[in-house]
């Protein structure tokens, strides 16, 4: 795997998950793309839904995703083309959902401070490594077992290619 | 080796002799949580292998979120489920009005002491007040679980929250998870364990102590438990008779096996000490949890409408505070109240507090969430002002984004409906 370019979403600390998805619509919506992404962010940043591009990145704070374990606060992102979240932390249950979910996500506090919406990244799963104008910062290399769940889009298609344990 | 009470549950659940902070354990979950969102998991599950359920027994699926339904296709969604729970013969099944997930399921005695419990819920950490561990997870992973029966955890390090002491009166233990999140911050748990102990605990009522578990949820952390004590037999023994006469003294004595207890001289990676005597009434002021205020340093702030209920603030003990702050006014703002579960409503109408409220001014809505979460039953208007016994006050969560919510205990509540503006109780009461 080579570089990957990728345009800028800039967010501050604390984003909760209603206001990434607000709670009124996740009996109503869950799988349908479209509705998924035109609600994108609808109470964080109303511009978003509208503006963003496939291979954009979200990048944010400490704490992105806290609040409900709601999945579609990860899938309205995938469905609005977002390739990652790289955040300073993220929410347990944001964490777990994103990569069940085939969402990229990142913990890497020092490139969130001196990254700003609209600039330029490039990410190196393979050396885990971001770049951004002449810098470069490492994040922790995420366990295969996670880099495998990602591939395979989420956990249900990784377990739908990987019989499960045991031959059951 | 020595274990918190987080560890222990973890070992039992994970089947290994001990665990310790770090390790990644399978878990085979006692109790698989989910409500209104039991479609969209059966959608997903629909795209395993499997095909069926491997244990339909540790299911608990329970109508809450939006109930009775709002608009056709909240009701489509419930029918949906309705099938699903026929077709796999789910037989912990909850109807619509039965109440909230988490507090049915302490009350039906699914879950219990020593029990694992992984829901599709971020306040699945509130059955570890009967000392048990509750951990949300997503739907994806829930589907995966319905298959499986099992799921991967990291035990996570446990920090440990001694109480002294007694709380003061008009004082509850919302106020205390309040003004701990505002110290700790909305990230103060991620990742962690939060265990209470200490001697103040045994002066807190039942609906008292699942204010503290389930709270944590909104300061990140994992699960959060304490261990089960007198009170919390007598409040499973009186609460198994009523849900389930046929096999309550088996079923207690199952708890009795299963409960688990930490070490004494286990390791907690922080603790912090709380003299509950010191603690007064506080605020969460929009649009975070951890945005927290001393009620005194706001008090007058103008309110609208008043929110009672949720998994957080909907029991009985809640429900009797507010209905002595209003016996005999009128209200000056309107107040909906919403009880957590059928046998809190119940109880709360034997009790006269229904007729109060109601002679009050208040209004009173089916057992389930309302409108913590913005789907219905008093959702806001632009610029109206709400204060709330819920657990969440982020921007657009009552359903709209230029509103702002207030969080406090009951009692606050109601007196701020009662004034038509943030007060301590004591003021419209005239005590103290």
């Known amino acids: 795997m080579t570089k990957t370019s990728h345009r800028v979403w800039k967010y501050g600390d604390k984003v909760n998950t209603d206001v990434i998805f607000p709670g009124k619509y996740t009996y109503t919506i869950s799988q349908d793309p479209a509705a998924l992404a035109r609600h994108a962010l609808e109470d964080l940043d109303p511009s978003f839904a509208a503006n963003a591009r496939p291979g954009d990145v979200i990048l944010a704070g400490r704490n992105w995703g806290n609040g409900s374990s709601r999945e579609q606060a990860v899938t309205c992102l995938l469905a609005a083309g977002v390739h990652a979240v790289i955040a300073a932390s993220f929410a347990r249950i944001y964490y777990r959902n994103a990569i069940n979910s085939g969402l990229l996500v990142i913990e890497c506090p020092p490139v969130v401070e001196s990254v700003e919406t609209g600039d330029l990244i490039e990410i190196d799963l393979e050396t885990t490594q971001i770049y951004h104008a002449g810098q470069t910062y490492e994040f922790p290399p995420l366990p295969q077992q996670v880099l495998d769940i990602l591939d395979a889009g989420g956990i249900i298609p990784y377990l739908q290619a990987n019989s499960i344990r045991d031959g059951e | ?92 099944f909850y109807e619509v009005g039965r109440g909230i997930c988490h507090q049915v399921l302490c009350e039906e005695g699914v879950v219990g002491p020593g029990l694992c419990l992984l829901g599709a819920d971020s306040h699945s950490p509130h059955c570890g007040w009967l000392g048990a561990f509750g951990a949300g997870i997503g739907r994806s992973e829930v589907a995966a679980l319905w298959a499986t029966g099992e799921l991967w955890l990291r035990v996570p390090d446990t920090i440990r929250i001694l109480l002294t002491g007694k709380l003061r009166q008009g004082v509850t233990t919302k106020d205390l998870t309040i003004q701990l999140i505002g110290q700790l911050s909305s990230d103060g748990a991620t990742y962690m364990a939060v265990e209470f102990a200490g001697a103040g605990i045994s002066s807190l009522s039942p609906d008292a102590r699942a204010v503290l578990t389930n709270m944590m949820a909104e300061m990140g952390a994992k699960n959060a438990c304490m261990v089960p004590d007198a009170v919390t037999w007598d409040w499973l023994d009186q609460s198994l008779a009523r849900t389930r006469p046929q096999d309550s003294e088996e079923r207690l004595a199952y708890f009795r096996e299963s409960a688990l207890y930490p070490d004494a001289d286990a390791a907690y990676a922080l603790e912090h000490h709380i003299q509950l005597n010191e603690i007064e ?18 008090e007058h702030t103008r309110v609208d409408v008043g929110f009672i209920g949720t998994c957080t ?97 009951p009692a606050v509540v109601a007196a701020s409906c009662v004034a038509g503006y943030l007060v301590h109780p004591s003021e419209v009461t005239g005590g103290e």
């Open chain 2, 313 to 409: 603030n909907g029991r009985l003990e809640d429900i009797a505070s507010a209905a002595e702050i209003v016996r005999g006014k009128r209200l000056q703002r309107r107040l909906v109240v919403i009880p957590a579960s059928s046998m809190v409503l119940r109880d709360a109408v034997e009790a006269g507090h229904v007729a109060t409220l109601l002679d009050a001014g208040a209004t009173i809505g089916t057992p389930g969430c309302g409108p913590c979460m913005g789907n219905h039953m008093g959702v806001l208007a632009p610029g109206e002002v709400c204060i709330s016994s819920a657990n969440r006050n982020f921007r657009g969560r009552m359903g709209q984004r230029d509103a702002e919510i207030y969080l406090a205990n």
């Open chain 2, 1 to 92: 080796m020595t274990m918190t009470l987080t560890e222990k549950l973890l070992t039992r659940a994970s089947g290994h002799s001990s665990v310790k902070p770090g390790d990644i354990v399978v878990v085979e979950p006692d109790v698989v949580l989910s409500h209104d969102n039991s479609a969209a998991i059966w959608e997903i599950f629909q795209q395993l292998p499997q095909g069926q359920i491997k244990h339909p027994d540790r299911l608990a699926i329970t109508l809450d979120h939006a109930v009775p339904p709002p608009t056709a296709k909240h009701a489509q969604n419930h029918a949906q489920i309705r099938q699903l729970v026929q077709a796999q013969g789910i037989s912990n």
């Open chain 2, 281 to 298: 009434p506080m605020v969460s002021c929009p649009h975070t949890v951890d945005n927290v205020k001393a009620l005194s340093s706001i």
